[in-house]
């Protein structure tokens, strides 16, 4: 069975400012996908970025980008130039590449933009 | 394009009364999947459907029923509704299993409270 570890439950980083976000999981599968979905305070889940496994590049779409370290099985995302509307909670989610559509969540990183 | 949406977005139940939460998605995709977000937790699947006539258990069935209607809708009902049942319901969408892991687009949620 997979899992994933999110062991920052708050953080907090001024406006403007770049933050880090943690995310380790663990599994036995060589192929496999994983994402970065943002909750805001309106409830909604919203992707933020996915990365697959065999792909060595890291993602990035616009201000975020990923460090994934499929060695060390860590997949942290890099905010950058952080803005006030990215205050949400964080959720690191895994998912097997075939015949298995379950997404598995970590338990969330609550991120506050300080203005 | 409106996505997925879920009906009710609230909802209070007294032990033992039934429901059924519904969910759409305008967006042709095959698969649906049904979540459950209790606080200090991820969200964690409790059924889903890889096409229409299909249905399968996920990580949290029990209690729990589904319908996948047509493609386009998949209900969640509770038939004799819990306190442990309260939670916050997702629905979720992608669009196709066969062809291999898709990223997965989420409804606003259902706050369901159990008294």
């Known amino acids: 069975a997979q899992t994933v570890t999110q062991s920052q439950p708050e953080m907090s980083v001024q406006e403007a400012e770049t933050v880090t976000l943690s995310c380790t999981y663990d599994?036995?599968?060589?192929?496999?996908?994983l994402f970065w979905y943002k909750q805001p305070p309106s409830r909604q889940m919203i992707l933020v970025i996915r990365?697959?496994?065999?792909?060595?590049q890291n993602a990035t779409e616009n201000r975020f980008s990923v460090n994934f370290q499929k060695a060390a099985k860590s997949f942290s995302l890099k905010i950058s130039d952080s803005q006030l509307g990215d205050t949400a909670m964080y959720f690191c989610?895994?998912?097997?590449?075939?015949?298995?559509?379950?997404?598995?969540f970590g338990t969330g990183t609550r991120l506050t933009i300080i203005p | 394009n409106a996505g997925v949406t879920q009906t009710p977005k609230f909802q209070v139940l007294k032990t033992g009364q039934s429901m059924t939460l519904q969910c759409a998605q305008d967006?042709?995709?095959?698969?649906m999947y049904w979540y459950r977000q209790d606080p200090g937790m991820g969200l964690r699947l409790i059924y889903y459907?890889?096409?229409?006539?299909?249905?399968d258990k996920g990580e949290v069935p029990n209690g729990y029923n589904v319908s996948r209607l047509n493609k386009r809708e998949f209900s969640l009902r509770l038939e004799s509704a819990a306190p442990s049942q309260t939670s916050v319901y997702f629905c979720?969408?992608?669009?196709?299993?066969?062809?291999?892991?898709?990223?997965?687009?989420f409804g606003p949620g259902t706050r369901l409270t159990v008294l």
């Open positions: 979720a969408s992608s669009e196709a299993l066969l062809q291999g892991t898709d990223t997965q687009y």
């Open positions: 599994t036995s599968e060589s192929n496999y996908y």
């Open positions: 990365q697959e496994a065999y792909k060595q």
């Open positions: 989610a895994f998912m097997k590449h075939f015949g298995n559509e379950k997404l598995t």
């Open positions: 967006m042709n995709h095959n698969s």
């Open positions: 459907s890889a096409s229409e006539g299909t249905t």
